[in-house]
């Protein structure tokens, strides 16, 4: 079922109910309010014609028992104690006589419906008890009666009955119970209408959204975003971040395209070295031993730096796959020292120095943190001339282990530096003395700074040299 059913559905059956119920609940405290009234007029007539009987100064004769007001018709009858009329108003003839002592023995409910009878009465005067209520059909009409016993001392000695018809009351309430029948049909109609027409217009963004989010999937054109409502409310914003993850999907992918175009450009390219020597190996069985030699040495070369370079690239898929690295304590000093005495054999003139240090403690991967070690000081290696100078220093500071390698070499420009962390971006090789590089040691050694919860950063200046300062939190 869509949301747009379900929303109207929901909303259309509460507000149904709540309606039903204001109704139900106005239609029965509205009728019960005029029959009590109805009932309280009667009581009062009998009360009146009553106290006008105590008077013995008055005869039957001047009871005034043409009673009725605002239109209501009411008519008194009198009875003697053994039940007969004494006494009635003129209009009543037609009417049989009631069984007084019967109404008193069993009084009449009241003369509304039950569900008027669920509420309680409005205004509380409570009704005289004296007497009882009674409830005729007389030729298919409905009547309501109060008996009233009249009482000379202990005994009684007759009986008053006022009585009014209920036709004019029952007929207006059934009016009523239409009018509201009708109401209901037209508010519920029309409530669940517009809950379908309210429903579609909030919605429509979402459909349009699907729409949009349906054609990029299917056209793989992440460059395409969804119409943003103008309205700043919770579709606005969905459609914003909608957007939003568009827009990082479709850098995701970019670098995706660059990153498999990037590296089989760089896998390309040893292996036609590779493969170009061992032609000319092939083609020329005669040739000098000496040129033999550094063909043969050339492609061993090209050979490492393609290992290499596959080595580097599972390193990063790993690290896209979300591999997550060891960690175990790790005397940080006793690393540094063994990659300074690896790093020994790269040197090719230039001085390495190993800055006085003290034992540090950290919390991760022995393994990574050398190779970390390990490539800055390649670099460093590789970008300053047989002159220059290497330090590798450690020191904790704020609570961290810092490793620095710090080089005079060629250094960084500015603008490269913004790049040098990007997978397979390389400053023009053409300044170092032989770069040999794969532009993926920077990326690596991030990666594995911040899987130990720290930091790699580079500051540079071009022509007097580099720093590299890796921070690591102390374990504790
Ligand atoms: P590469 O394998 O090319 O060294 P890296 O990712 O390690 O790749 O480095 C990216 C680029 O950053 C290098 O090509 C180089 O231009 C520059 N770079 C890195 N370290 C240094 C350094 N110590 N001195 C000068 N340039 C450096």
Known sequence: MSIRVRLMLQCGVLSCFILTIAMLLSYAFHTRSHYDDLDRILVAETTHIATEAANPANSLQSFNVNRGSNGLEIIVRLYSADGALRLSSPSSESLPLTDTKAVLRTPAGPAFDTLAALVPQLTGSPFITDGAFGLYDIAGQRWRAYILPLRQGNTISGYIEALTPL???????????????????????????????????????????????????????????????????????????????????????????????????????????????????????????????????????????????????????????????????????????????????????????LEPFEPVRVDGDEDRLKQLILILLDNALKYTSAEGRVTLGLRKRDGNAEIIVQDTGVGISAEDLLHVFERFYRADPARSRDPGGTGLGLPIARWIAEQHGGRLTLSSEMGRGTTAIVSLPVKA
């Not at 969804?226 to 971040?241: F, I, K, M, N």
């Not at 083609?283 to 050339?298: D, G, I, T």
């Not at 690290?319 to 060891?326: C, Q, T």
């Open 167 to 353: 036709a004019r009351l029952d007929a207006s309430m059934r009016a009523l119970r239409g009018l509201l029948l009708i109401l209901w049909l037209i508010a519920t109609t029309t409530m669940f209408f517009g809950l379908w027409v309210v429903a579609s217009r909030v919605l429509y963004p979402v459909a349009q959204m699907t729409q949009a989010a349906q054609t990029i999937s299917l056209s793989r054109d992440f460059s395409r975003r969804v119409g943003v409502p103008s309205h700043r409310d919770e579709l606005g914003h969905l459609a914003q971040t909608f957007n939003n993850m568009l827009e990082s999907l479709e850098g995701a992918y970019r670098i995706q395209e660059r990153f498999v175009s990037d590296a089989s450009h760089e896998l390309r390219a040893p292996l036609t070295v590779i493969q170009g020597n061992l032609e000319l190996l092939h083609r020329q069985q005669s040739m000098p031993e000496v040129e033999r030699a550094e063909a043969l040495a050339e492609a061993e070369r090209e050979a490492a730096r393609l290992g290499r370079l596959v080595a580097e690239l599972l390193t990063l898929a790993r690290a896209d796959a979300g591999v997550v690295i060891k960690h175990n304590p790790v005397d940080l000093d006793g690393v540094v020292l063994e990659a300074f005495h690896e790093a020994r054999q790269l040197a090719h003139g230039q001085i390495l120095a």
